[in-house]
């Protein structure tokens, strides 16, 4: 950012081109939108086809989007490395650079570790670490100076996840990625930074709170110490911040989005009534 006092201009994306994996559903999804009705021109990916189809479909009633097909959309395996490198050769040719990339899409199971198959731990591995490396080395070589990378982590990364061992485990490692990569792609003047979300119920994690509550000795807080659990949208903009100028003095650094749970630590705020 210039040397001046900051303008509303500044938290505009107009012009950019901004990645997000994990599109279809969730913070990805609420990223895209935000990234568009900031100006950017935005690229999603993710193995939902449907939840794409219906993405495009809410950016075209919203009046942001007059023309779907100037939208690349990629339903794929983030796991699958050729099917990142094709997506991300597909944006280069249609959008030339690449201003932001948010990595997004990740995913779950509950199992204690002793139940874990190595099938299993391989695939987590793959959609929450591997992924992340995967899609940042097939877009870097389209990122100019200033271009912003946003990972999405998450609070399990900073604290012990029973039921989610090597989940954390693969949250904590992008966590520590991100440090990393702020530092080699600095001297290249891009940033790069995460979010840790909690307290944002998504689709699935209803299943998920279903499973703990039925099998572990383990409870997760019942409420964040705001008082109230948020939206998707809520992490979106942050991210948004974090692609903007606005951020242009942050990089290796994690935003935790979770109403405080992770500066409560062991402290939970309790419910009226209980």
Request: with cysteine; charged share 20%.
């Amino acid at each position: 950012m210039p040397d001046r006092s900051p303008v509303p201009q500044d938290v505009r994306l107009d012009g950019r081109t901004v990645v997000v994996t994990g599109a279809a559903n969730g913070i990805g999804r609420a990223t895209a939108i935000a990234a568009v009705g900031f100006g950017a021109a935005v690229a999603v990916c993710d193995r939902d086809e449907e939840g794409l189809a219906s993405l495009v479909d809410r950016l075209v009633a919203a009046g942001v989007l007059e023309d779907p097909s100037s939208m690349v959309v990629g339903c794929l395996d983030v796991r699958d490395v050729g099917s990142v490198g094709r997506f991300a050769a597909e944006v280069a040719e249609r959008h030339g650079a690449v201003h932001g990339l948010v990595n997004n899409a990740g995913g779950t199971y509950r199992a204690a570790f002793v139940d874990s198959t190595s099938k299993g731990d391989a695939a987590l591995v793959d959609e929450n670490f591997g992924s992340v490396v995967a899609a940042t080395r097939a877009f870097l070589p389209s990122m100019p100076a200033g271009a912003s990378i946003v990972n999405v982590t998450s609070s399990e990364a900073f604290q012990a996840a029973p039921g989610f061992a090597v989940y954390a485990a693969m949250k904590a490692a992008v966590d520590n990625l991100t440090k990393t990569l702020a530092l080699e792609l600095g001297q290249k003047g891009i940033r790069v930074n995460s979010v840790a979300p909690d307290g944002i119920p998504t689709r699935g994690d209803a299943g998920l709170a279903a499973a703990v509550r039925s099998g572990s000795a383990y409870r997760p807080p019942p409420q964040p110490p705001i008082g109230r659990f948020a939206a998707p949208e809520e992490c979106a903009s942050v991210i948004v911040f974090l692609l903007g100028d606005l951020a242009g003095f942050v990089t290796g650094s994690c935003v935790h989005v979770d109403g405080g749970l992770h500066a409560a630590g062991g402290w939970h705020r309790t419910p009226p009534g209980t």
